[in-house]
């Protein structure tokens, strides 16, 4: 019998396939490589070498990995998946990079976009060479997006757009932005070029989380565009609903990447660590609080392996997303911070990961539908009652 991985002791791996095993192997030894030893002095300046990274990150394939044509891999979702996750076990930052490329403005392009529209920008966003973003939130609609003021009028056969999104990841690196826009017909969504006249993106400094990822606020002043620069197939907000489904998705695993670098962490400072003259990994209440940990992370890794091959089967609910976003987020945020105290005061510095894990996971909670949001969806499939308003 093959000895029990302590940080996969439900043997979760048996589970998967040799391709996905390979391609999760493919992407961890890159992050090993060119992303870990980077990622600490990145967070501290607030700043990441984004070009370099997309470039990087196109050449091994995961951008957009799990789209069909136009250049991307065309992997199942589990595979993304565990792309995820080996990208987040070294910063959400360098995850959000690729889940806002892949899974939201790739994404809207390939299910919305006209053919002249994919052929334009896929090819090149896959290999990194364009960056994306995508705009929906606004200073004041952030969990309601319906309650957006962008909006898009007709002037002739072109649009004019005015408006201000904010806490948009990737926006001033990006070389297009997707933006969603309230328009007569609806809400609609615009692909708008980085050096549109009226079109600025500043970057929104001073964060404490995220901080190995670019945060940009878009304003659109009189920001003219032609008429095919509107996504022809998304109508209403189920369009960019759509997009956040699949970004949701990928949360599921990759919150649990930062959550196993945490515990991987806190296990081999636990058993190095001196205290009152033996190992702090030898006292029963450092065991129970790792054992806790390996227990969630466990739980954590069926529940997101389990959404994946509903995922690949075509039966993924948005129900059943919000469960996996909101129970393995909780999870990995918790874990997180218990892994911090295991750490002692090292535990606050860019030495170790944990804090740096626990702030972005702060972001992670928020974005892409907040805890609470989540709980309100599962709470309105069990009881029928719509609770948001
Ligand atoms: P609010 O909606 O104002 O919520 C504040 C609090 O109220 C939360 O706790 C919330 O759960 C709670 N709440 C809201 N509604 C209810 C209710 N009905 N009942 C009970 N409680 C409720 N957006 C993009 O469009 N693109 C991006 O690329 C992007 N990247 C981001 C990157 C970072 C680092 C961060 C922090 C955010 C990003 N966002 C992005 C924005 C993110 O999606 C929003 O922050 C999120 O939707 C929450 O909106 P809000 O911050 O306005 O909070």
Redesign the pocket.
């Known amino acids: 019998t093959s000895p029990v991985h302590p940080f996969d002791l439900l043997a979760v791996d048996g589970l998967l396939t040799d391709e996905e095993r390979e391609i999760r192997g493919t992407v961890r030894a890159l992050a090993d490589r060119e992303l870990r030893p980077h990622v600490a002095g990145w967070f501290e300046k607030g700043e990441i070498p984004a070009r370099e990274l997309a470039r990087t990150l196109g050449r091994v394939g995961v951008l957009g990995m799990h789209l069909e044509g136009y250049g991307c891999a065309g992997t199942n979702a589990v595979a993304y998946g565990l792309a995820c996750l080996e990208l987040e076990a070294v910063d959400s930052g360098l995850r959000?990079l690729v889940s806002?490329q892949g899974s939201?403005a790739m994404y809207a392009i390939w299910k919305y976009g006209s053919e002249e529209q994919k052929q334009r920008w896929l090819p090149k966003m896959a290999a990194g060479e364009y960056i994306g973003?995508?705009?929906?939130?606004e200073p004041?609609?952030?969990?309601?997006?319906g309650a957006m003021r962008t909006n898009a009028k007709r002037d002739g056969s072109d649009w004019i757009l005015n408006g201000t999104?904010?806490?948009?990841?990737?926006?001033s690196v990006a070389d297009v932005a997707v933006v969603w826009a309230r328009t007569e017909d609806g809400v609609r969504g615009f692909l708008v070029p980085a050096g549109t006249p009226g079109f600025s993106a500043p970057e929104i400094k001073m964060?404490l989380?995220?901080r190995a990822?670019v945060?940009s606020e878009l304003v659109l002043e009189d920001v003219r565009l032609p008429a095919d620069a509107m996504l022809p197939e998304a109508r209403g907000l189920s369009g960019?609903l759509g997009c956040l489904n699949e970004a949701r998705f990928g949360i599921v695993f990759g919150a649990l990447g930062a959550a196993r670098d945490c515990l991987e962490t806190a296990v081999s400072y636990a058993r190095d660590r001196t205290v009152f003259a033996r190992s702090l990994a030898s006292y029963q209440l450092t065991q129970q609080k790792l054992a806790d940990m390996a227990v969630e992370l466990g739980k954590g890794m069926l529940l997101a392996l389990h959404l994946g091959r509903l995922k690949d089967a075509g039966a993924l609910t948005a129900e059943q997303i919000s469960v996996g976003k909101l129970n393995n987020v909780r999870e990995a945020i918790a874990i997180a911070r218990e892994c911090r105290t295991i750490l002692g005061a090292n535990g606050i510095t860019l030495e170790y990961p944990v804090l740096r894990h626990a702030n972005n996971l702060e972001?992670v909670l928020?974005?892409?539908?907040?805890?609470?949001?989540h709980s309100?969806v599962i709470g309105k499939a069990l009881t029928g009652e719509q609770?948001?308003?």
């Open positions: 959000s806002v939201l973003c995508f705009g929906l939130t004041d609609a952030g969990s309601d997006p999104k904010m806490w948009i990841t990737n926006g964060k989380s995220l990822s945060t960019p972001s928020t974005y892409e539908g907040t805890s609470e949001v309100l609770a948001f308003r």
